[in-house]
């Protein structure tokens, strides 16, 4: 209500007091307008959308910036295009139906082998091949027991484009070199098996010889293997 309102009102009235009613209605009129309580503003919905697309933005920034970074250094068990590695799960076995001497002479391939079938008490070589394909052999091994010596020597060969991880881990845990007619070899020994891993003419060769009774006889295996080429 306007003060001017009012003002009629108390004139319209009949009464000696008229200026004390005024003064005492105004002056409550003030209080009430005084004490009324402030309606509180409400946020507005583009500030809060404002504030939101901005947090967004940031994040996007920083994924940005992060994510190349992270993409770049984490660790992949995928292998080059140019590299298959087989694991032993993918493969089959059967017996070769000959040694591995025999089978580079029928084939025509130039592969080496333990020249101890004079001498072994027994000799197991099998074939190893993919489970979907029996014509493609991956790798073949042959195990020789020496008669005299009771020596046990284990052979596996295969193309050097082949990578396995079963024998390649008899690689990797071979340490030392050592050099025979420019031939690189890598070696290893414990009291439990010697190894050796080396390259020669298109095929890769690994060599254990279990319970070995001297440190560097590994070597002289080795030797008589690239001795028959």
């Given at each position: 209500m ?6 009629n009102?108390i004139e ?7 200026e ?10 003030d209080?009430?307008?005084t004490?009324e ?20 933005s940031?994040?996007a920034?920083c994924?940005?910036?992060v994510?190349?970074?992270a993409?770049?250094?984490e660790?992949t068990n995928?292998p080059?295009?140019d ?28 592969i ?23 014509k493609d ?7 020789l027991?020496h ?14 484009h082949?990578?396995v ?6 690689r ?5 070199n050592y050099?025979y007619?420019?031939?690189n ?9 010697s ?31 690239l001795?028959n080429?």
């Open positions: 306007k003060n001017v309102d009012i003002d009102i319209s009235v009949n009464c000696d007091k008229k004390e009613m005024r003064a005492q209605l105004h002056s409550r009129l209080i009430s307008q004490e309580p402030q309606p509180e503003k409400r946020r507005r919905f583009f500030d809060v959308k404002t504030a939101v697309l901005g947090a967004v940031i994040c920034v994924l940005a910036i994510l190349p970074i993409l770049r250094n660790p995928t080059p295009s590299r298959y590695y087989y694991s032993e799960s993918e493969f089959s076995r059967a017996d070769l139906g000959c040694t591995i001497k025999d089978y580079s002479e029928q084939t025509g391939k130039d080496l082998y333990i020249d101890w079938y004079d001498l072994a008490e027994a000799s197991v070589t099998e074939k190893v091949f993919l489970k979907d394909n029996k052999i991956i790798y073949i091994t042959e195990d027991y008669r005299e010596t009771g020596d046990h020597v284990y052979l596996a060969v295969t193309e050097e082949n990578h991880k079963t024998l390649d881990i008899i990797d845990s071979c340490f030392w050099e007619n420019n031939v070899i890598k070696w290893s020994y414990d009291s439990l098996h190894r050796a891993y080396f390259e020669y003419n298109g095929y890769k060769y690994y060599v254990q010889w279990f319970m070995p009774d001297t440190e560097e006889g590994i070597l002289d295996i080795v030797k008589e293997i001795d080429k």
